[in-house]
């Protein structure tokens, strides 16, 4: 996972360090950050995301999702969606940056657990990949808007699933590649 986040981060600053061109023709600096709130309804996982605009319908950004919580106080079956997810990439604004219509890809990486008793399920694993993205950003104030949207990835993954939660016995391992839902955006952007 360690190298996964490394590739991740040199692909994040070749990617903003490549649009630098473009902010100095431009002249345009401005940044935002945004949280998107389908995210936090997961069990509590936190999420950003930050935001620079490199000209007037380009902008590149950078996030993370990280959820570390055990529910269930303690019990032989606790649930959790623990995830640690990285992501960046670049987004195409139709009319200009941070409103309108906006499509975007970018790169994800994810080292994830999950516990859901009620359904049997126990894993871990990992994952890398690629995302597409599009969505609609409404202005609500000067400062303010709101994002919806949606996206789908296709990734590498590698999956160990177990027959219980605790030193369960492992049950079956799967590698390969997974296309999967992977935004569902109702979020809010603040410009800074």
Same mark, same amino acid.
């Given at each position: 996972?360690?190298?996964?986040?490394?590739?991740?981060?040199?692909?994040?600053?070749?990617?903003?360090?490549?649009?630098?061109?473009?902010?100095?023709?431009?002249?345009?600096?401005?940044?935002?950050?945004?949280?998107?709130?389908?995210?936090?309804?997961?069990?509590?996982?936190?999420?950003?995301?930050?935001?620079?605009?490199?000209?007037?319908?380009?902008?590149?950004?950078?996030?993370?999702?990280?959820?570390? =919580?055990?529910?269930?106080?303690?019990?032989?079956?606790?649930?959790?969606?623990?995830?640690?997810?990285?992501?960046?990439?670049?987004?195409?604004?139709?009319?200009?940056?941070?409103?309108?219509?906006?499509?975007?890809?970018?790169?994800?990486?994810?080292?994830?657990?999950?516990?859901?008793? =009620?359904?049997?399920?126990?894993?871990?694993?990992?994952?890398?990949?690629?995302?597409?993205?599009?969505?609609?950003? =409404?202005?609500?104030?000067?400062?303010?808007?709101?994002?919806?949207?949606?996206?789908?990835?296709?990734?590498?993954?590698?999956?160990?699933?177990?027959?219980?939660?605790?030193?369960?016995?492992?049950?079956?391992?799967?590698?390969?590649?997974?296309? =999967?839902?992977?935004?569902?955006?109702?979020?809010?952007?603040?410009?800074?």
């Amino acid at each position: 996972m360690k190298t996964t986040l490394k590739i991740l981060l040199a692909a994040a600053t070749l990617l903003i360090g490549s649009c630098a061109p473009a902010m100095a023709r431009d002249g345009v600096s401005r940044w935002c950050v945004s949280t998107n709130i389908p995210t936090w309804l997961l069990l509590g996982t936190a999420n950003a995301e930050l935001h620079l605009a490199t000209g007037n319908h380009w902008s590149v950004h950078a996030g993370i999702k990280y959820n570390p =919580f055990t529910y269930a106080g303690g019990t032989p079956d606790q649930l959790h969606i623990r995830e640690l997810t990285p992501s960046a990439g670049v987004r195409y604004w139709a009319d200009s940056v941070w409103q309108g219509w906006w499509a975007g890809t970018g790169i994800i990486v994810s080292e994830y657990s999950l516990a859901l008793p =009620f359904c049997g399920l126990y894993s871990e694993g990992n994952l890398a990949g690629a995302k597409l993205v599009s969505g609609y950003d =409404f202005a609500l104030s000067e400062r303010l808007s709101l994002s919806l949207g949606a996206g789908v990835a296709a990734a590498l993954h590698r999956t160990s699933y177990y027959e219980g939660p605790v030193c369960g016995r492992l049950k079956d391992k799967r590698k390969g590649v997974t296309v =999967f839902p992977s935004d569902i955006i109702v979020s809010m952007r603040i410009k800074l």
